[in-house]
């Protein structure tokens, strides 16, 4: 039997809620010490004036047991609101990102500082889609899958920037011809820009295409509802 926990103000941000019964919400947060929570806000539509919005950092008190937990407390530290369209939409594409990959009640506090960082670079600069490639490449690391970029893994031999390779989920790049059209063909001279965390604005488009394979790879093909939206990044 799980016991009772209480959690009293946790660094927070909201990254979903939608109706739960008559008056309640539903509050999906990632917390900095405890990952992704399930809340409920008992009574929230009737309160009005909701405090629990996106691209907010808050502190949140919870109790309860198991991965439902009643939400008793929020407070809020700061705003990141934008008017910028483009802005809201890849910030939905990080929290759906995240919603899908992670495992609920993961502490994950990488996660935490890594999103709050890239909240404020995308928010201030909308159109550097760096930021969204950098915060592609970190979650896969923390998600379990960190990709091998060190070597040819059928000949050990190092990457030659030159050539073109196959990356393979969860193995890593062969070599391969450079003509073949799919999504986890790319050169060698991203695989060094992406081991060194360094893509130039010239390689951006390539490692686009791979990064979002890969992220489709993981979610099992399902489609991100951001990405009808927009083109993000």
């Not at 008190?61 to 990141?80: D, F, H, N, P």
């Not at 995240?98 to 995308?122: C, G, N, Q, V, W």
């Not at 159109?127 to 490449?137: D, K």
């Amino acid at each position: 039997m799980s016991l009772n926990t209480r959690v009293e103000l946790e660094p927070a941000f909201i990254l979903h809620t939608r109706p739960y019964r008559e008056t309640s919400m539903l509050v999906y947060a990632l917390t900095k010490q405890h990952g992704i929570m399930h809340l409920i806000s008992r009574g929230a539509k009737k309160k009005g004036n909701n405090v629990l919005q996106p691209f907010v950092k808050m502190y949140l008190s919870w109790s309860g047991r198991g991965e439902l937990v009643t939400l008793s407390k929020a407070e809020l530290e700061y705003s990141r609101y934008t008017r910028s369209f483009r802005a809201h939409v890849q910030c939905f594409y990080l929290h759906e990102l995240i919603l899908r990959l992670m495992p609920k009640m993961s502490p994950a506090p990488e996660l935490f500082h890594m999103y709050e960082y890239t909240l404020d670079a995308m928010i201030k600069y909308p159109l550097r889609e760096e930021v969204l490639r950098a915060f592609e490449l970190q979650l896969l690391n923390i998600i379990g899958h960190p990709l091998q970029l060190k070597f040819d893994y059928q000949d050990d031999q190092k990457i030659t920037p030159e050539q073109h390779y196959c990356y393979e989920p969860d193995v890593g790049p062969s070599k391969c011809p450079a003509g073949r059209k799919q999504w986890n063909v790319i050169s060698g001279e991203l695989i060094h820009a992406l081991d060194k965390n360094d893509v130039s604005k010239e390689l951006l488009p390539q490692a686009k295409v791979f990064l979002r394979g890969l992220l489709q790879h993981y979610l099992r093909g399902k489609p991100l509802m951001t990405r009808q939206l927009l083109k993000v990044g």
